[in-house]
């Protein structure tokens, strides 16, 4: 068992049994006999496998509950095997440290995540798709206003939202997987935040449209027309633009993804979705955003990449209760005992530089 935990950790870790063997100070084959449960480490080996490792040493004592079978991502093509299983890994351990947690909450604050009723079967065109949108954010109470944290909305929904270090620069996209029946979907940790949003925004899209497109209809485009009227209802687009404009100002676009956490370009979108602006108005406008390198890289500060509260509030709430120990509060999250106090000091709780 404790073996299966070693190849886990290590297989989430990125590292082949050498690289592991060296950073640890021991060599391959004897950590490939662990891996097999061929031999036992002694406590000493197993520090300092811990250590290499990245994880709390209780993290080898955990009983897995969650089968990594039944992870399956939808699209994968395109990342490399050793990426796919660090996010795995990860994956399987955020969701453990979930279903843990949960055990011992009298109460679970989070629901099982289910579409609200109501839905249009058929959905025969993109304009349709507002209505998707628009009921899911009604049955969820979230106005119309802007959502501020997309992954903790999200999370008490019962989505399980990970952000992978795994995921990074340009190359990939997000990816949505089940484990055990839960929706999971991962986001870069260091992208900006209104991608991370976007894609948030995009897998759930994917979750509520599967089954109802029209054969016609193209899957991405439907998921990223959900995804911009999930951010910006149509509403709130006719509010901030008016109904028809010439041309929209590259400041004003600014401003709006600073209040709605979507793109610049991303408004764009929405602006010819809602019939604000014309065909060759968002041409023209698009060929500026691409002479202006603004394609890629968007003018003005970036949007913050969220920092989701949800869990590490669980764990809170579990130990002032006292459903918990300090020592397994501190595994929960991840960190040391030492770590666990000095965040519990609240003379040092600065919201936006938490971290789970
Ligand atoms: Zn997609």
């Given at each position: 068992?404790?073996?299966?935990?070693?190849?886990?950790?290590?297989k989430?870790?990125?590292?082949?049994?050498?690289n592991?063997?060296e950073?640890?100070?021991?060599?391959?084959?004897a950590?490939s006999k662990?891996?097999?449960n061929k031999?036992?480490?002694?406590?000493?080996v197993m520090?300092s496998?811990?250590r290499a490792?990245g994880?709390?040493i209780?993290y080898?004592?955990?009983?897995?509950?969650?089968?990594?079978?039944?992870v399956?991502?939808?699209?994968?093509?395109?990342l490399?095997?050793k990426v796919?299983?660090?996010i795995?890994?990860?994956?399987?351990?955020?969701?453990?440290?979930?279903?843990?947690?949960?055990?011992?909450l009298?109460?679970?604050?989070?629901e099982?995540?289910?579409?609200?009723a109501?839905?249009?079967e058929l959905i025969?065109?993109y304009?349709?798709?507002?209505?998707v949108s628009a009921?899911?954010?009604?049955a969820?109470?979230?106005?119309?206003?802007p959502i501020?944290?997309l992954?903790?909305t999200?999370?008490?929904?019962g989505i399980?939202?990970?952000?992978?270090n795994a995921?990074?620069?340009?190359?990939?996209?997000?990816?949505?997987?089940?484990?055990?029946?839960?929706?999971?979907?991962v986001v870069?940790?260091?992208?900006?935040?209104?991608?991370?949003?976007?894609?948030?925004?995009?897998?759930?899209g994917?979750l509520?449209?599967?089954g109802?497109?029209?054969?016609?209809l193209?899957?991405e485009?439907a998921a990223?027309?959900?995804?911009g009227?999930?951010l910006v209802?149509?509403s709130e687009?006719?509010?901030k633009?008016?109904?028809?404009?010439?041309?929209?100002?590259?400041?004003?676009?600014c401003?709006?993804?600073?209040?709605?956490?979507?793109s610049?370009?991303g408004w764009?979108?929405r602006?010819i979705?809602?019939?604000?602006?014309s065909?060759s108005?968002?041409?023209?406008m698009w060929?500026?955003?691409?002479?202006?390198?603004?394609k890629?890289?968007?003018?003005?500060?970036?949007?913050?990449?969220?920092?989701?509260?949800l869990?590490?509030?669980?764990v809170?709430?579990?130990y002032?209760?006292?459903?918990?120990?300090?020592s397994?509060a501190?595994e929960?999250l991840?960190?040391s005992l030492?770590e666990?106090?000095s965040?519990?000091?609240?003379?040092l709780?600065?919201?936006?530089?938490?971290?789970?």
């Amino acid at each position: 068992m404790i073996g299966n935990r070693i190849h886990q950790a290590r297989k989430s870790a990125g590292l082949s049994l050498r690289n592991l063997g060296e950073q640890a100070g021991i060599s391959a084959m004897a950590i490939s006999k662990y891996e097999n449960n061929k031999s036992t480490p002694s406590s000493t080996v197993m520090l300092s496998l811990a250590r290499a490792l990245g994880v709390r040493i209780e993290y080898f004592f955990r009983v897995s509950q969650v089968e990594l079978k039944k992870v399956e991502y939808r699209k994968h093509s395109r990342l490399p095997k050793k990426v796919l299983n660090q996010i795995e890994g990860d994956a399987i351990d955020q969701i453990e440290r979930y279903l843990e947690l949960e055990e011992f909450l009298p109460v679970n604050p989070i629901e099982l995540f289910k579409l609200p009723a109501g839905l249009p079967e058929l959905i025969e065109n993109y304009d349709e798709i507002e209505v998707v949108s628009a009921k899911i954010r009604q049955a969820w109470q979230l106005g119309n206003n802007p959502i501020h944290d997309l992954i903790d909305t999200l999370e008490e929904r019962g989505i399980k939202v990970l952000r992978s270090n795994a995921l990074h620069g340009e190359k990939f996209d997000g990816l949505a997987a089940q484990v055990n029946g839960t929706p999971i979907i991962v986001v870069g940790r260091d992208w900006p935040g209104d991608r991370q949003r976007f894609t948030l925004a995009h897998e759930l899209g994917h979750l509520a449209l599967a089954g109802r497109l029209a054969e016609h209809l193209d899957e991405e485009k439907a998921a990223n027309r959900f995804a911009g009227a999930f951010l910006v209802p149509a509403s709130e687009v006719v509010k901030k633009l008016g109904y028809h404009r010439q041309w929209l100002e590259p400041a004003e676009l600014c401003v709006l993804k600073a209040a709605y956490g979507l793109s610049m370009q991303g408004w764009l979108y929405r602006a010819i979705d809602m019939g604000v602006i014309s065909q060759s108005v968002f041409r023209n406008m698009w060929r500026m955003f691409v002479a202006k390198g603004w394609k890629k890289t968007e003018p003005g500060n970036p949007y913050a990449p969220e920092n989701p509260k949800l869990f590490r509030q669980m764990v809170f709430h579990a130990y002032a209760e006292e459903l918990i120990n300090e020592s397994k509060a501190a595994e929960l999250l991840g960190k040391s005992l030492s770590e666990f106090r000095s965040i519990r000091n609240v003379e040092l709780c600065v919201p936006q530089a938490t971290d789970q």
